[in-house]
């Protein structure tokens, strides 16, 4: 019998902070069988940690080849190994609930393969985040900056304006002249494109996003206009710029995008810590502590900072509790270490301001992982908050206004959520 607090859990509409979703025709022409659907995520880099061999992997995500129990067979061991994981769960979760598939064996996955293209027909994909996965909506980092309507959904299927690129120094200037009509040849010009990628794509947008962590430093300088011109002359010339000329025009070009936030009222959400794929992750790059110096310059600016900068959980605690213009996300934190994101939550309340944490994004690219996702998170943020209960911190009807806030009332007081879908609604 399910206490009043994880009924209260299974419940609550789940605010989705964080996909990187492909839209519905994708899904419906394109998208996965049922083999690339449940390990075409974050598993595959366990089961290549588990030494599931490069072929056994190639062949597992043929969707041309037609034996599914002969593709599984290649990497049965290392999924054995690796099934108890949190991607591994998140895996068996999709298998329950999308393939009513009680344990992955080769029979199982080739007598259900037939589902599939049920659950690739129109609708589904809104079906199974709506009503199986019970969100309230979705925010989905597509690494464009054009946030446009999303006809399979306009309320549900929200979408954040990328800001990569910039960070990283990268500027394309015949993209930001298709786009907005600005030839850039200068620093001023490159202003001016920003500013107008913002104009065109802002109200549409629910939050600006970057995950420049995976290909450069969080570290953040700030960088006088002198040296970024220097920079951008160098870049627009074509030349191959070493990395610290990148490095100072992508830190002048996140502060801008930082500034641009404050005006058009968005957050800027930041990839923080632990990287998807194996044998490379150079970790002083990823700790959140290395952009203090951004939140200290910016201190009107709503910084989201995600999968709970994962290993470095503690520090980002103590920078959540001094900093008040950081808000901390789980996204994707659940299932690369359950019993951790468990932990970091229990210290987060306990350390933290409650009004100042999001429970959940999954970070995937298809429905089904996503409502396995959200299965995932509702577990263990029930499992956390039973157990503060079960300490003596808190009332169970304490731990229901918690579990409320974090799921859904704290992402509608930080995001826009209700402007920018009437914005989208104009705009569509």
């Not at 419906?28 to 974050?42: A, M, T």
């Not at 099934?83 to 298998?95: D, I, S």
């Not at 960070?167 to 930001?176: L, S």
């Not at 990395?243 to 968005?266: F, K």
Request: glycine share 8%; aromatic share 10%.
């Amino acid at each position: 019998m399910p206490t009043d607090l994880a009924q209260h859990i299974q419940e609550t509409p789940l605010v989705d902070t964080h996909e990187h979703l492909e839209r519905e025709p994708e899904w419906v022409k394109n998208g996965p069988d049922i083999l690339q659907d449940l390990f075409g995520n974050y598993v595959s880099t366990d089961l290549v940690t588990a030494g599931a061999s490069p072929r056994g992997l190639t062949r597992l995500m043929d969707g041309n080849d037609p034996d599914i129990a002969g593709r599984f067979e290649g990497i049965r061991g290392a999924w054995e190994a690796a099934q108890f994981t949190g991607y591994g769960e998140a895996v068996r979760l999709a298998a329950k609930h999308a393939y009513d598939i009680d344990e992955l064996t080769g029979t199982a996955l080739e007598f259900a393969g037939h589902k599939n293209r049920v659950l690739r027909e129109p609708g589904e994909r809104y079906r199974l985040l709506h009503d199986v996965a019970n969100l309230d909506h979705t925010q989905t980092d597509d690494k464009i900056w054009e946030c446009a309507p999303d006809e399979s959904g306009l309320d549900f299927f929200l979408y954040d304006l990328s800001w990569r690129s910039f960070c990283d120094g990268e500027i394309d200037p015949d993209q930001i002249e298709a786009d907005t009509g600005v030839v850039v040849t200068d620093l001023g010009s490159l202003k001016r494109g920003m500013e107008a990628i913002f104009a065109k794509h802002a109200p549409t947008a629910i939050a600006v996003k970057s995950q420049h962590a995976y290909t450069r430093t969080l570290d953040w300088i700030e960088r006088t206009d002198a040296e970024a011109s220097t920079a951008l002359a160098a870049a627009l010339r074509g030349e191959d710029i070493d990395l610290q000329t990148r490095l100072c025009l992508g830190d002048w070009c996140w502060a801008r995008g930082v500034e641009l936030i404050i005006e058009h009222n968005l957050p800027f959400k930041i990839h923080t810590g632990y990287y998807t794929g194996n044998e490379l992750m150079p970790v002083s790059r990823i700790p959140a502590g290395n952009m203090c110096a951004l939140f200290a310059r910016y201190p009107h600016a709503k910084f989201v900072l995600m999968h709970i900068a994962y290993p470095y959980n503690d520090e980002l605690v103590a920078l959540a509790k001094h900093y008040r213009n950081i808000w901390v996300d789980l996204c994707w934190a659940w299932s690369i270490d359950p019993y951790s994101s468990r932990d970091f939550l229990r210290r987060f309340i306990h350390a933290v301001p409650i009004n100042k944490i999001f429970a959940f994004g999954g970070d995937t690219q298809w429905p089904t992982s996503a409502m396995a996702y959200a299965t995932q998170a509702r577990t263990e943020i029930t499992r956390a908050l039973e157990s503060e209960i079960a300490d003596g911190y808190m009332t169970e009807k304490g731990a229901m206004a918690i579990a409320e806030r974090i799921m859904r009332g704290n992402q509608f007081d930080c995001f826009d959520v209700s402007g920018t879908r009437a914005n989208i609604h104009a705009a569509a």
